[in-house]
T-cell receptor, first 109, second 113 residues
Framework: RKEVEQDPGPFNVPEGATVAFNCTYS??????FFWYRQDCRKEPKLLMS???SGNEDGRFTAQLNRASQYISLLIRDSKLSDSATYLC??????????FGQGTTLQVKP | GAGVSQSPRYKVAKRGQDVALRCDPI?????LFWYQQALGQGPEFLTY????????KSGLPSDRFFAERPEGSVSTLKIQRTQQEDSAVYLC???????????FGPGTRLTVT
């Protein structure tokens, strides 16, 4: 079983739609969680951190459920520019990042 | 300011050749990480340096893979006797310290034919 699991998609949604991605992690001792965005043939970039209390940044909301070891990302009012791969990431104390497979989002006009 | 740079951006190697991939981290960043990203997958950890010390090399897939950072700045990932399964994008990331955000370079796309 992979340490971080995501549904690879693809998710094809129309502009303006709300879309949610989910992720599960296996190490219950994990403390730090993130969502990264990766555009085609580009490097991953930090999108946002994830906290138990929830974290909102504009149209993006991230949530952590420690009991279920479950992380989510909600994107409201999708834009064409949101098309990318979204990577769920767990960070170990050493700084090592453990990535999920990534979920591909395609927003269509 | 300059970000993380990597060279070459693309490398084609014949099976059995040795390759060397270079990473120039952001100036002053103590921590440096290497990741391997196969097509359609998320990046996977290879190794980690704090200054010149290689503190974790648990992700290196075989003894054909070797990394160094002799002066605590530039790092080189070397792959000996390349195999087709080594074809991937090799990403380098640096951070001020291990607990801080990692900034990724553009990667080196290695194709082994």
């Amino acid at each position: 079983r992979k340490e971080v699991e995501q549904d690879p998609g693809p998710f094809n949604v129309p502009e303006g739609a709300t879309v949610a991605f989910n992720c599960t992690y296996s190490n219950s001792a994990s403390q730090s969680f993130f969502w990264y965005r990766q555009d085609c043939r580009k490097e991953p970039k930090l999108l946002m951190s994830v906290y138990s209390s929830g974290n909102e940044d504009g149209r993006f909301t991230a949530q952590l459920n420690r009991a279920s070891q479950y992380i989510s990302l909600l994107i409201r009012d999708s834009k064409l520019s949101d098309s990318a791969t979204y990577l769920c990431v767990v960070k170990e104390d050493t700084g090592k990042l453990i990535f999920g497979q990534g979920t591909t989002l395609q927003v269509k006009p | 300011g300059a970000g993380v740079s990597q060279s070459p951006r693309y490398k084609v190697a014949k099976r059995g050749q040795d390759v060397a991939l270079r990473c120039d981290p952001i100036s002053g960043h103590v921590s440096l990480f290497w990741y391997q990203q196969a097509l359609g997958q998320g990046p996977e950890f290879l190794t980690y340096f704090q200054n010149e010390a290689q503190l974790d090399k648990s992700g290196l897939p075989s003894d054909r893979f070797f990394a160094e950072r002799p002066e605590g700045s530039v790092s080189t990932l070397k792959i000996q006797r390349t195999q087709q399964e080594d074809s991937a994008v090799y990403l380098c990331a640096s951070s001020v310290r291990q607990v801080y955000e990692q900034y990724f370079g553009p990667g080196t796309r290695l194709t082994v034919t």
